[in-house]
């Protein structure tokens, strides 16, 4: 315990000292500022502190001061400081500017600004003293006396005679009966300004100058008309295109990288061996197994990629009103469409933003799905089949089809042989939706024009 208490005496001696050293700098000697605030006893003005908020005062304006002492203190100036500033109300005044007058006073009233104190300070370097000078706080507010100038001159002209009309509609005025006074008014809202053939005066001529410009950049119908036609959900269409086949291309549609990913070799295998290939939907199970034995590749590509989408829509769950849908979690779009992962986030990507599907998300869905169709059976569709996959009627399946450019019409003589449609209420359930060009699509309303 001993050799313990040693070592910590000794450690305490080697310690190092709390105090600091003091630094040259802190040894050499500063100048002393005295201060010295000075009490506005007299009528003389002082300085102020002058904002302008909204303009821009001129450099050269000179201003005339003025002092008035209160016999009692506003409660509008300064309230609750005790000070010699507010026994007395201080004003600005200049008119040498050509238009404006500006006038500058204390406006602190109603504001918490009321209780500052501004003070203005004077260094003396010789006698190291500093003089602190109240200052007012004055807010400078302009006014434009053109306007006044020009209502002078009016009232000085002399009034023009009135015409025997004038004179005959005040006597109606006066003792007229209801009815023609009724009609008096009406001449004197509807009458025109006899000056209205000359030139324009400085007011008018703006407003008309302003007219032009809003004229000029107003969208001409055709434009409103191509604004609308971008913004519907449908697939954006080949305008230039001199053959149907070349308004909805696949590129467009699916996109290269996806049709490198669909697999068909399946398909072809079951069609090879004449196996039946079963599907959840109408329209492909009519068509998959005809196309797998001409072995159209690329066209069975298109099927595949269109039953994807069927599957994806019907995998989608209502999410309240307004047709909005929400989309389930992975397993059950991998159970749904029975693809990999990376097909179905490229169906995502392409047709969602997000976990809630919108009314227009579902309408550009539909679109495309009607656009593919258009490829595989050759731009010219019997709509019953998708239709019933879709579960819609002939009159919103035949809309899906408009948007995107076909002409719709009911099966004629030589539609019903070439699709085996036998009866007349056969025929009311099919629709033909034929692309052809040139391209009509629907046409938005627009308003008409007033004259």
């Not at 697939?235 to 699916?254: D, R, S």
């Not at 909005?324 to 990376?342: I, M, N, S, Y």
């Not at 059976?377 to 009159?395: A, M």
């Not at 948007?403 to 359930?429: F, N």
Request: hydrophobic share 35%; aromatic share 6%.
């Amino acid at each position: 315990m001993a050799d313990l208490k040693r070592k910590k005496k000794h450690s305490s001696d080697d310690s190092r000292p709390r105090k600091k050293l003091a630094t040259e700098a802190s040894k050499t000697a500063r100048p002393m500022v005295k201060f010295r605030v000075v009490a506005d006893n007299s009528d003389d003005l002082k300085p102020v502190v002058a904002s302008a908020p909204g303009l821009v005062v001129p450099t050269d304006i000179t201003f005339k001061p003025y002092k008035k002492r209160l016999a009692r203190p506003a409660a509008s100036i300064r309230p609750q400081v005790s000070s010699t500033t507010s026994k007395s109300e201080f004003l600005l005044h200049s008119n040498t500017h050509p238009r404006v007058d500006y006038l500058g006073r204390e406006e602190e009233g109603e504001s918490t600004d009321g209780l500052l104190k501004h003070y203005v300070g004077v260094y003396d370097p010789k006698t190291g003293e500093l003089q602190l000078i109240e200052a007012r706080k004055i807010v400078l507010r302009g006014t434009v006396r053109a306007r006044d100038e020009e209502d002078d001159d009016a009232e000085e002209q002399e009034t023009p005679p009135q015409t025997a009309t004038a004179l005959r509609q005040e006597l109606g005025r006066t003792f007229g009966t209801k009815k023609a006074r009724k009609a008096i008014e009406s001449l004197t809202e509807n009458a025109v300004n006899s000056r209205a053939d000359g030139p324009p005066d400085a007011a008018g001529a703006a407003l008309l100058e302003a007219m032009n410009v809003s004229m000029a950049h107003t969208s001409s119908r055709e434009q409103m008309q191509a604004a609308v036609d971008e913004a519907k959900p449908r697939p954006k269409a080949n305008l230039q295109a001199e053959k149907p086949e070349e308004v909805y291309t696949v590129a467009t549609l699916i996109g290269s990288d996806t049709m490198e990913l669909l697999m068909v070799q399946e398909w072809l295998d079951a069609a090879r061996a004449l196996r039946p290939i079963t599907t959840r939907s109408r329209y492909v199970g009519q068509r998959l197994q005809r196309i797998a034995a001409d072995g159209n590749v690329q066209k069975l590509k298109v099927l595949r990629y269109l039953l994807l989408l069927l599957d994806f829509m019907s995998a989608l769950k209502a999410k309240g009103k307004g047709g909005l849908k929400r989309l389930p979690d992975r397993q059950e779009l991998r159970d749904a469409t029975g693809v990999q992962d990376f097909l179905i986030d490229a169906v995502r990507k392409k047709f969602t933003d997000g976990p809630t599907i919108s009314k227009w998300q579902m309408d550009n869905l539909t679109t495309h799905i009607a656009a593919l169709t258009l490829l595989v059976d050759n731009f010219e569709v019997d709509t019953y089949d998708i239709r019933e996959d879709l579960k819609l009627e002939n009159k919103e399946m035949s809309q899906y089809y408009q948007e995107i450019g076909c002409k719709v019409s009911q099966p004629s003589d030589t539609d019903k042989k070439k699709y085996g449609i036998k009866s007349k209420v056969q025929a009311s359930m099919h629709r033909i939706a034929k692309l052809k060009l040139p391209l009509e699509f629907p046409k938005a309303k627009f308003g008409k024009r007033r004259k």
